[in-house]
């Protein structure tokens, strides 16, 4: 009888224990600055990511998710929101919301991924990209793109291009360090780059338009503010009469072509990056991560509209093409 | 919950200054000025330049007050000396500056998080205070900004000022032309707003060009809150029901942001629970009032 009540009473031990380390998830803070297709994609990733490594939401892991809904203040309040809650590491989604919680969280050990940061040396956020180990607590993964590869596919459409307009946001931290990469990097191309500012969405059609008859190409790299009026930039190029590439692979439906990376990839790559801080490994140790593959779309409808024919050597490079109103993707062999 | 009151508090008074220039503008010119979103930027945009060239954090925060004195007068002298409508003038300057502000930074955003800012110096000297020390330097600022106020407020041009808001008839009473009282509660209003704007540059490690948007909106939801729960004609009160009304509306985000959650609200939310709750605070005052009145009228 003893020995049954004590056989109980171990399992009930054991249960509560084990129910115990169910109770108590890890809590991660993922904070957006806006919501924004690429941010919210962003997110997704970086949950996706570690559901597939086997975080399960709610028994493993629990999101505590939150927007400043475009007030870099109310940031500072997510970020001190998180710090009381005890969470046990944060992401944070683009420039001014991670350097909001690197604000709130100097000084303690909790680690903070950022994603969506282009410049994160110019951001404040680490001290080097390539050596980590005076970065602290802070690593991430930047959305920097290739700005001078997209440039030359530009080029490779024909000697034509001369002169390539880019619609970007004065305003924006990132677009600006884009734009003056493409700026440097025209001349050795044999490009000139002609830029349009809009600083804010319902003042892109104008800057677009600005641009008509003066270029021969357009170009806009991940501007928040244009790629939420793409459909102008769109119009305008066509009214011109000229290619338009965006370095943005959700809207290509709504350019000739696009490049780049889609920011639920990035989110996916964020995840990798959390999931090796959970492993153990420090922030200290992780040098800036970027994003390597830049891919190349072509919209066949839309360059048939202003009577481009894409050389073949483009053609072949491209992983999808987007032709009677859907998008078709290479099959790899 | 202490350390996020506390938190909320260090912002109350940090963004109540900025809500002490509203209130200057709306309350006592009775002038609508939207000046305020863009002169927030321009002194948190000044005090970044002025610390990361190696300037004295402090002596930044001097700084930044004087360049929205500099961007009040410019809608001043629109408004009072071109005839501009005083909503218009304030516009115009907020777009000049948008621009302005971009030229002063340099770039949209500037990190302060490795800078020698007088958040962090007060933290690093103030070790007796622990975690209030922060929190002890921003009450100070905002007390001495208060007081500072009040005082102006009492002196001869102050009682124009506030004449001028009623009547501009009385003005001619005080000996002070009207036009010039303006052009000096625009200056003192911007001035306070782009001192709170580099306070919370600083406080927040970085300075945003987007950082200043809804000033006009915060401000103004603290200076109506505040009046409506304190009520009163004293101008000491005044102020002091300005920063109440800052204090609760950062309150109330910080809440929201806490407790939002609980009861079921996604991130997306935020902006619609800090308004219902500003809302509430607003409302009872009201409701209790009228509930007093019909009991006395029984």
Redesign the interface.
């Known amino acids: 009888m003893k020995r049954i009540l004590s056989a109980v009473l171990v399992v009930c031990l054991l249960g509560g224990i084990g129910l115990g380390l169910a109770a108590a998830p890890i809590k991660i803070g993922i904070c957006k600055i806006v919501e924004h297709p690429a941010l919210d994609a962003v997110e997704q990733g970086v949950i996706d990511a570690l559901t597939a490594a086997g975080y399960v939401q709610g028994v493993d892991v629990e999101y505590l998710l939150a927007s400043a809904q475009g007030d870099p203040g109310t940031a500072v309040t997510i970020a001190q929101n998180y710090q009381t809650r005890g969470v046990s590491l944060v992401v944070a989604i683009a420039t001014p919301t991670a350097q909001a919680a690197v604000q709130v969280f100097r000084g303690t050990a909790t680690p903070i991924i950022y994603a969506a940061v282009t410049d994160p040396v110019g951001a404040g956020l680490v001290l080097s990209a390539t050596d980590p180990s005076r970065n602290g607590n802070v690593t991430g993964v930047s959305d920097m793109i290739p700005v001078a590869s997209h440039l030359q596919l530009l080029r490779d459409l024909g000697a034509a291009i001369r002169k390539v307009g880019m619609v970007y946001n004065p305003g924006e931290a990132n677009s600006v360090i884009l734009t003056t990469l493409a700026q440097e990097a025209a001349p050795g191309l044999g490009l000139e780059i002609v830029t349009a500012p809009a600083d804010s969405t319902a003042n892109v059609p104008m800057a677009a338009q600005s641009l008509i008859g003066r270029v021969d190409a357009y170009y806009v790299t991940t501007d928040n503010a244009v790629v939420s009026a793409i459909d102008s930039v769109l119009a305008a190029s066509e009214e011109a009469g000229v290619p338009f590439l965006v370095a943005d692979p959700t809207s290509l439906a709504h350019a000739t072509m696009s490049a780049g990376f889609d920011y639920y990839q990035h989110g996916l790559l964020v995840g990798d990056v959390v999931l090796r801080v959970l492993a153990g490994a420090r922030p200290d140790t992780l040098p800036v991560t970027y994003q390597a593959r830049a891919e190349v779309q072509l919209n066949l409808d839309q360059a048939a509209r202003i009577g481009l024919a894409f050389p073949q050597a483009v053609i072949d490079a491209a992983s999808a093409v987007y032709f009677g109103g859907a998008t078709w993707e290479r099959k790899s062999e | ?1 202490a ?2 009151l506390m ?2 508090i260090e ?1 109350g008074l940090a ?1 109540g200054i900025a809500a002490l220039g509203v209130f200057l503008t709306y309350r006592i010119l009775q002038f609508p000025d939207l000046t305020v979103d863009g002169s927030f930027v321009t002194g948190a945009a000044v005090a970044s330049i002025l610390i990361l060239n190696g300037g004295d954090p402090f002596l930044a925060l001097a700084a930044a007050f004087a360049a929205g004195a500099a961007a009040g007068l410019v809608t001043g002298f629109l408004n009072a000396r071109l005839g501009v409508a005083n909503l218009l003038a304030g516009v115009l300057t907020m777009i000049m500056l ?1 621009s302005i502000n ?1 030229r002063i930074m340099g ?3 500037l ?4 800078a020698s800012t007088a958040t962090q110096i007060v933290d690093g000297a103030w070790t007796g205070l622990g975690p209030l020390a922060v929190l002890a330097f921003i009450a100070l600022v905002t007390l001495a900004v208060k007081l500072a106020t009040d005082f102006f407020l009492r002196t001869e041009i102050g009682f124009a000022l506030r004449a001028s808001g009623d009547s501009e008839a009385m003005v001619g009473a005080y000996g002070v032309d009207v036009r010039t009282a303006k052009m000096v509660g625009l200056a003192l209003s911007n001035g306070l707003v782009a001192l709170s704007g580099a306070l ?1 540059a600083q ?4 300075a ?4 200043g ?2 000033t006009i909106v915060t401000g103004l939801a603290a200076v109506i809150l505040g009046g409506s729960l304190i009520r009163t004609r004293r101008v000491g009160w005044m102020t002091t029901a300005v920063l109440v009304g800052s204090l609760l509306y ?1 309150i109330a ?2 809440l929201a ?2 407790y939002g ?1 609980v009861v079921g609200f ?3 939310d ?2 619609l629970i800090t308004a219902v709750l500003v809302l509430v605070a607003l409302v009872i005052p009201a409701v209790r009032e009228r509930q007093l009145r019909k009991v006395s009228s029984c």
């Open positions: 919950m350390t996020l938190h909320a912002q963004y948008y971009l770039r949209p955003n990190s302060l998080l490795r919370v406080y927040s490690g970085f945003d060009i987007g950082m948007i809804g950062r985000v910080a942001l806490r959650y996604q991130a997306s935020l902006k």
